[in-house]
């Protein structure tokens, strides 16, 4: 396949009708005098059709699903159903304000209501709440959750370190620290928790131990049992990070295997588009120990009206405005509906399914670290590209030329030259022999095109590091430092 | 079930057998026996005429805010929203795609963000704008952390006008620091927040940062904001701000904010129940390293043109874990088109055109209010743009409502703390106007509240 992006030079949008200087600020009434705004905003006039076509073109010059395969380890991108789209754009769904009375919104706390039981038999966990915008953020509330089931204890002052697995998404240390605690890191042993260094560092020092499983390394922890076995052991939670649930859907779930509370990410298991980095949105499923700690309000049914129940004393409250990310529970509620539990079932077997076909045609190329029998993901090490002066980031360029999206590089760090490749049952075997044959021609191509990579995109290497050199953040830091822009050629000047 | 999952039994064999597997049930043979699961209890999947027609029948019992005269408001607002907003909005180049590791094939989001980055400094006063934070909300508890990286201190001052929701997600942001947050009192008769308070807060000492919110949390403008900065001994001042109101409202950076954060869902974006939002978030070029959040950085590609990637990383997640200035992946950036599409779409005195419109359909309220007995509007004696705060002197916030309500009038929503063990100091009601309103709007409210207040009198 031939593949090239779309090519426009398309200029900062205030290239387009550079705003006129020292123009007056318009007066509005009730604007007092101390606080009135001197200068008009500074942005440009523009014609409807000079920004649709200024954001078209621009949309163009971006992967999407849509428009490529997207193997991203550990991000699950799978096909996201137009349906859901339509749907979550009806005037019933979209023009509904959070603080409207609850008679006029029955039909919104319903969606969440039957969402919310669904996913509570998906994780099998009694209780569920929608609210956390993203799957870090349901982390953080979820560790909020753990730190004040610890106080009601009296143990807080003793419990403050969190343990996680080497492979952990950054997001779980990240997210211990932001709730306070300490963490200490357990070693993998064949990219799997080490066992016997779990069991030396629970201490009742424990809060808890974070794990998601199947793992980053695409494992699933079959010591699973074991583990919970010791946290539990050691008077601490086990938490469950779900950003990799789409590979056990019906097969088992957290609560089955013994952990306490989980997050999951709706924009990775259950198709909602993840927007270009965002909204996602983010669940909390809770076990007996912390399912009163969920945040307020409640979804409930009385009768047959839903209601928003406040009356939760031990709750940590809000974490953010709303109910959580209403528009993309919408869409996961539709996605469920859709598949039903065969359909669901079928999700997990064919993202398994696509993730071991691909891996072995791809292990004829790259040394795969671990035991072949994975999940959703796999790894490859680029580590035997080193000898041609290759790295990992130059096969990840050089398969974009390919018109396909590069995996997760550089992670999990206990592999190096990390690949970490993703691709969720809405791929075809067809899409799957197509990626592998790109990956072929690009892990045999010649050093130098390697290092050339890409040449087919929008732009070439782009310099990373002269980003965070020179810190060029917006129009502002454009105009107030010139000496910089001697960089950067404005459109139209030859490269 | 939909076609979803490409294939079939046959696919399913022919993929298995060139990997060695007998059966598709070897593919889980790593997962023991004692966590294996049989039915989860979930119904048959369903045809898309049919998944359409369920959804509908219960989207159908909701009653959308348009159907109504709707006064509701604050932080969440209901725009209008333009039909070419929309149109790039589902552009599914941008809305399937993940967050843009790679520059070289995600320059059109990447020059997006850097678009929305630079709107959200020329609005804010400030040096440097993030990629977005999950709302308005979210973003003052990360204003509020990273003022506690910078200056030492345990004490923390928000508005005790604040809404309740945001008072809860600051204090469970600030739930792992050693640190105490203290509500500044404000005025009875113009809700202004207390000068001297803060400065005897500040004078005793270990105050580490404050908050203030433009528009407050009754919807008005408090003139005593740009004296807060000079109070604080050097630590830093966060503001809240209104989007909106800042195409006609100095820039806090020009009155010694530090930080600005807000709600970004106004500009042009649904409610959608309360999400997806928002969170804006901007600061002060000294404290870009200790802030949260992704960042879109220009720079040049290898031949020298022009090129946009995410840059300092090196504060984030992925990279430096548990050492990160926050725990933020997933951000809001298809919002953050929005933002910048609308603000482009609308033009910047297009945007203090509205906020003027809203302004003087405020006043109409207002002064269509003010004559009925029973109430107090607006309640402060303070400047407001388009939301202000009433006062019943009879009668609760929610029997008030509801009677209005079955006037097909949403007069706004209370600003009591519904949470257990919690009292409000009067019954309070932030009432907002929108693009939307009319006349006619402004005259039922007026009937209904005064039908509503006379029904009340003698009530609790």
Not at chain 1, 410 to 433: I, K
Request: glycine share 10%.
């Amino acid at each position: 396949m031939t593949f090239r992006q779309a090519r426009w030079d398309e200029p900062p949008i205030w290239e387009l009708n550079p705003p006129a200087e020292n123009s007056e600020a318009p007066t509005v009434p009730g604007v007092p005098e101390i606080l009135r705004r001197r200068a008009p905003v500074r942005w440009p006039e523009l014609t409807e059709l000079e920004v649709v076509r200024h954001y078209t073109r621009l949309s163009q010059m971006n992967f999407g699903i849509d428009t490529s395969a997207y193997p991203l380890g550990s991000c699950t991108m799978k096909y996201n159903p137009k349906v859901s789209e339509a749907l979550a754009r009806r005037r019933t769904a979209a023009e509904l304000h959070p603080d409207q009375p609850v008679e006029t919104v029955q039909g919104a706390l319903e969606i969440l209501w039957r969402l919310e039981r669904a996913l509570q038999k998906i994780t099998g966990f009694p209780e569920v709440s929608l609210q956390p915008a993203a799957g870090a953020h349901g982390e953080f509330a979820a560790l909020l959750m753990i730190r004040a089931y610890f106080r009601d204890r009296g143990e807080l002052d003793r419990r403050t370190e969190i343990l996680l697995p080497d492979t952990a998404h950054g997001t779980n240390p990240a997210s211990a620290m932001m709730a306070g605690f300490q963490t200490k890191e357990i070693a993998s042993k064949d990219g799997c928790v080490d066992l016997e260094h779990l069991r030396a560092e629970v201490s009742d020092r424990t809060a808890g131990f974070m794990l998601t499983n199947p793992n980053t390394a695409g494992l699933f922890e079959s010591q699973i049992v074991e583990i919970a076995e010791t946290v539990h052991g050691a008077g601490g939670l086990l938490y469950y990070d779900g950003a990799n649930l789409n590979a056990i859907l019906g097969v088992t779930n957290p609560g089955r295997m013994g952990f306490d509370v989980a997050h999951l990410n709706l924009h990775k298991t259950f198709a909602t588009p993840h927007g270009g980095g965002g909204p996602g949105a983010g669940v909390l499923a809770a076990g007996d120990r912390l399912r009163e700690y969920l945040p307020v309000p409640r979804v409930v049914k009385r009768g047959r009206k839903f209601a928003l129940d406040f009356y939760r004393p031990k709750s940590i409250g809000k974490i953010k405005s709303g109910f959580g990310n209403f528009g993309l529970d919408l869409r996961a509620f539709v996605y469920i509906l859709s598949h039903g539990e065969e359909g669901l079932k079928a999700v997990s077997r064919r993202a398994v399914l696509n993730s071991n076909y691909l891996g072995q045609k791809l292990g004829a190329f790259l040394p795969r670290p671990f035991r072949p029998l994975v999940k959703h993901e796999f790894l490859l090490s680029g580590a035997p590209l080193k000898a041609h002066g290759v790295r990992t980031l130059d096969l990840a360029k050089r398969l974009l030329d390919e018109g396909v999206h590069a995996p997760t590089i550089y992670f999990p760090s206990l592999v190096e030259e990390a690949l970490m490749f993703e691709f969720p049952e809405t791929e075809s075997r067809r899409e799957l022999d197509q990626f592998a044959a790109a990956f072929q021609r690009a892990v045999t191509d010649t050093p130098a095109h390697l290092h050339a990579a890409p040449t087919s995109l929008s732009v070439g290497r782009v310099d990373e590091v002269l980003a965070a050199r020179q810190l060029l953040l917006s129009w502002k830091d454009l105009r107030e430092r010139p000496g910089n822009l001697e960089t950067l050629p404005t459109v139209g000047s030859p490269p | 079930m939909p076609r979803w999952i490409p294939g079939g039994p046959s696919d399913e064999a022919a993929m298995l057998a060139e990997i060695g597997l007998k059966s598709a049930d070897e593919l889980f043979r790593d997962i023991p026996k004692k966590v294996r699961l049989g039915r989860l209890g979930i119904g048959a999947g369903l045809e898309e005429i049919d998944v359409v027609r369920t959804t509908d029948k219960i989207l159908d019992r909701n009653r959308p805010y348009s159907k109504f005269s709707s006064f509701l408001g604050g932080r969440i607002t209901t725009p209008f929203s333009p039909a070419a907003l929309d149109a790039i909005l589902s552009r599914s180049e941008f809305y399937t795609s993940y967050t843009p590791y790679q520059p070289e094939a995600s320059q059109g989001m990447l020059q997006t963000l850097f678009e929305f980055q630079s709107l959200w400094v020329e609005l804010s006063g400030m040096d440097a704008a993030n990629a977005s934070l999950y709302d308005g909300a979210t973003a003052s508890g990360e204003a509020l952390l990273l003022c506690h990286r910078v200056h030492e201190g345990h004490r923390f001052l928000i508005p005790a006008s604040l809404p309740w929701e945001e008072k809860s997600v600051l204090a469970n942001y600030a739930a792992g620091l050693p640190i105490r947050i203290e509500e500044v009192p404000y005025d009875d008769r113009t809700g202004r927040l207390d000068l001297n308070w803060i400065r005897s807060a500040v004078a005793a000492g270990d105050v580490f940062g404050a908050l203030v919110d433009l528009p407050n949390g009754f919807g008005h403008l408090d003139e005593g904001l740009p004296e807060v900065k000079g109070l604080l001994g050097g630590a830093p001042l966060v503001a809240t701000a209104d989007p909106l109101a800042l195409s006609v409202l100095e820039p806090p950076g020009a009155w010694g904010a530090d930080i600005v954060v807000g709600e970004g869902q106004g500009f042009g974006m649904a409610p959608s129940f309360g999400g997806p939002l928002l969170g804006l978030f901007a600061c002060r070029q000294e404290l870009l390293r200790f802030s949260p959040g992704r960042i879109v950085g220009a720079t040049k590609d290898r031949e020298g043109r022009r090129a946009f990637t995410l840059t300092l990383q090196t504060r984030e997640q992925h990279i430096r874990r548990s050492r990160a200035t926050s725990n933020i992946c997933t951000n809001q950036s298809l919002l953050a088109l929005g933002f910048v599409v609308y603000a482009s779409l609308v033009g910047p005195k297009g945007l203090a055109e509205i906020q003027g419109r809203l302004a003087e359909k405020a006043r109409t309220l207002a002064s269509a209010l003010s004559t009925i007995d029973g109430l107090a509007a607006p309640r402060f004696d303070a400047p407001y743009l388009s939301a202000f705060t009433i006062a019943l002197r009879q009668g609760s916030p929610g029997a008030f409502l509801d009677k209005l309500r079955r006037r097909k009038v949403l007069g706004g929503h209370s600003l009591a703390d519904p949470r257990p063990g919690q009292t409000a100091p009067e019954a309070r009601i932030l009432a907002s106007v929108s693009e939307a309103t009319d006349e006619k709007d402004i005259r039922r409210y007026a009937t209904a509240a005064r039908a509503a207040t006379a029904a009340l009198k003698g009530a609790p």
